[in-house]
């Protein structure tokens, strides 16, 4: 019997994967140039008042990732389901929850200010900088959390091109804006703050016309009642603790190496630092792929279909990490050098640091992807535990092994067996999840999935299987027949209207019916649309679907045609 295979998956994979870490690169790449730009343009006092505020940005980031990520993924189940209208009601929610939580942080931060820059900045020569600075960004708040909630959401219907896009022209606007403020209008400091609330602004604009096409996500009329808030901050609690404990991660490493290495210890930490920075684009990257493409597969039940992302996933991301670890691993020196350590104490301390500290980028990456597929299927225990033990543990053990770069690793790997562990208990309870995701699969008795591909041979073979399939579980030869037309018919309009070159057929039997669903990866072609307004001119294939079949539907989603229907028993 012909088997699915993963093409439709990896197809989707792909287009949310490269735009993805093109964004989360620009990023990181124009926070480097925005950084070097106000260090040669106002000196080290100014970069070192533009990094007295990263707190406040991070306090920002992480609040989103509080109900965003969580309500981007109930979004995207409800558009799997083809309910459409739920998500609009959440996007709604997390647009409104965006401007007054940022418009709280913006006016306690002003009445506060004076209690805030004395936390923030113990210097009194930096803090007339910093005031400047932290001024500017506590307003920026309804900015920046808007766009996040924006580009998010755009990305999880299906744009995330146009995402990395105004992402990438933001940030050339607040490189050039830097200069201008700066040096030609004399602002200093103010203006470097200027300038990336202008990137916040052009970067949602940038966005805006994709509100304007057909199906895509809208601002709505909700109550409360209609979101289950309760649901929503559950779900992306691990995310925002982990986003938390990274600041307490750094300070609590910085500590140990400075207390038991020294100096040349800090510097080795710093560089360990970077590269873990530049994994994130990577990692970060990744998970902005799962996150649409799993919620909307969840969304539809499909199980084999969110595993085969996830192994899509995992393969990529073991890929990209073993080359890099490799590459910290032959290279230290080099790679030291690069980022600036020239004494001999340094770059002795980065060769014994970078070895053992690639091993726990690799475990680091590979962990963390659990988090997407552990928050679909709620499991909040898991999602937690990764979260806290994996942010917390490698700081621990470094620690407790008194700054022996092995301790990353050991916390990654105690990580790691803590979640087997918790496991196996549940695969033990429950024997239809899968290993290691955890995702619950379906019984193969009463469910086929494989693929078609676009040629005689191919479909021929396939009704050859679901005949078998369905008399195998007891269908009549007329339910069999009736079936077997629908598809036949369908996916004939598929190849020969949508020119797909690849078909997912899946069937499930229940108690009343057959459902059926075809996803192909043709241009858009609804059969729906032309057997409602073509009338009677519809072709002989079609009239034997409009009899016998009454709930047609079609959904244009990953950019793949998605066609259902079902069969009375």
Known sequence: MQERKPTLINKAFNQYLWASILTVAATQIANIVDATIVGNLIGDDGLAAVNL?????????????????????????????????????????????????????TLSGLIWFQDLSLAMCQSESLRPLSDSFMRITLCSAPLQMIMQCVHQYVTMDGAPKMVSRAVIVGNIFNIMLDVVFIKYCNWGIAGAATATCVMYVISILMVLPHFRKKNSIRLCNF??????????????????????????????????AGHYLGDSGLVALAVCMQLFAFSMIILTGTLRTIQPVGSILKGMDDSQGMLMLMKRAYLFMAFCFSVYAALIIFFPTQIASLLGVSTTSGLDAVRDALPLFSLHIVFQGLLCNLLPVFMFYERKGLAMLLSVTQTLLPMVFFYLMHAHWIGFFVGQLVTGLAILLWETILRFKNRQLCRFFLIPMKNDTHVLEITILANTHSLSESILSLCSFLRSNSMTEHT??????????????????????????????????????????????????????????????????????????????????????????
Request: with cysteine; hydrophobic share 45%.
């Open 53 to 105: 505020s990263k707190p406040l940005l991070q306090a920002f980031f992480a609040t989103t990732c509080l109900y965003v990520a969580s309500s981007t993924m109930l979004a995207g189940m409800a558009i799997g389901k083809g309910n459409r209208e739920t998500a609009d009601k959440l996007f709604s929610f997390s647009m409104a929850f965006s401007l007054v939580i940022g418009l709280i942080y």
């Open 480 to 569: 069999v027949n009736q079936t077997a037309l629908c598809v036949e018919e369908l996916v004939n309009n598929i190849i020969n209207h949508g020119h797909a070159s690849s078909i997912d057929l899946a069937v499930n039997i229940t108690e009343d019916s057959v459902c059926v669903s075809l996803h192909d990866d043709g241009k858009a072609f609804n059969p729906v649309a032309v057997i409602e307004y073509s009338k009677n001119n519809i072709g002989i294939g079609l009239t034997i679907v409009k009899a016998y079949c009454n709930n047609l539907s079609y959904r244009y989603l990953l950019n793949q045609n998605m066609v259902t229907f079902k069969i009375q028993v």
């Open 223 to 256: 109550t409360l009642g209609e979101i289950k808030l309760g649901k929503v901050f559950s779900i992306g609690l691990p995310l925002f603790f982990s986003t938390v404990l990274i600041s307490v991660q750094y300070i609590g490493n910085n500590y140990v």
